[in-house]
């Protein structure tokens, strides 16, 4: 990530950069695609994908120093590309790879937690999925939210209940403008909606990671995005 870009001059984080970060939400692991990740990562950031998760999770991920050597392979990508790098629950190694930021569900540490392990500079990700978790999210000083499953998906074997675009509409008629994506489930033919409704971007797994071409892929959800 560009330091100038998200950075304000008292080192906090400008909410308005994490939010034109937030349009094409990119998430992969190894487990997502049957090409390396390296190359799937580095079309779909020449697509127009603007933040990126290290999301290795699931059945056949990698551990230790695997899973450490993929996501240093992934970091100089993005540092490459200017796309910041952000590690899903694995606060330990979003610290020893001085990640741009973490991800974490209602499972996981807290933002509040987070924020005194991580410091000012660092994006923090909340997922939530009702509005007392969204409330708690943003005491707790959440950069961002991820709100759904919006549509059924078949990467999250424990996601929570189908919501579509509810919440999200809600919330921004509510007036609470924290920057925010919908997760779960989003084409490139449903993500209207989810941006119609209030999100910032959309974040997406197996719409990029399993595409023939996920460089063409990136490109619509960029279209789509670009407001
Ligand atoms: C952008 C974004 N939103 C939501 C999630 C889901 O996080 P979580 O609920 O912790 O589930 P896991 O991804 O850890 O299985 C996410 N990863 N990213
Ligand atoms: C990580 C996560 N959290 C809620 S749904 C989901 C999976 C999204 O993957 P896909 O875009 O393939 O549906
Ligand atoms: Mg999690």
């Known amino acids: ?129 009702t509005p007392e978790e969204v409330r708690q999210a943003i005491d707790d000083g959440a950069d961002y939210l991820g709100i759904g499953p919006v549509y059924p998906t078949s990467s999250k074997d424990d996601a929570r209940p189908v919501q579509g675009t509810i919440l999200i509409q809600n919330l921004r008629r509510e007036g609470i403008t924290i920057p925010l994506v919908g997760i779960g489930g989003i084409t490139a033919a449903n993500a209207s909606p989810v941006l119609a409704a209030g999100a910032d971007g959309v974040s997406v797994i197996s719409a990029i990671a399993g595409a023939d071409h996920p460089q063409e892929a990136a490109e619509v959800f960029a279209q789509l995005a670009a407001r």
């Not at 990740?37 to 020449?46: D, F, K, P, Q, S």
């Not at 993929?70 to 952000?86: K, M, N, S, T």
């Not at 741009?100 to 987070?114: I, S, T």
Request: aromatic residues 4%.
């Open 1 to 129: 990530m560009n330091e100038r870009d998200a950075i304000s001059n008292d080192g906090r984080l400008d909410s308005e950069a994490v939010r034109a970060h937030l349009r094409v939400y990119f998430i992969m692991g190894s487990v997502n695609s049957r090409r390396p990740a390296a190359e799937v990562l580095t079309e779909a950031i020449a697509g127009g994908v603007t933040i990126f998760q290290f999301r290795e999770k699931g059945p056949g991920a990698l551990i230790g120093e695997a899973k450490v050597n993929l996501a240093r392979e992934l970091q100089a990508i993005c540092r490459d590309h200017g796309v910041p790098f952000i590690v899903n629950d694995d606060i330990d190694l979003a610290i020893q790879l001085d990640a741009d930021g973490v991800h974490v569900g209602q499972d996981d540490e807290p933002a509040r937690v987070l924020r005194e392990r991580l410091g000012s500079r660092k994006i923090i990700g909340v997922s939530a999925h």
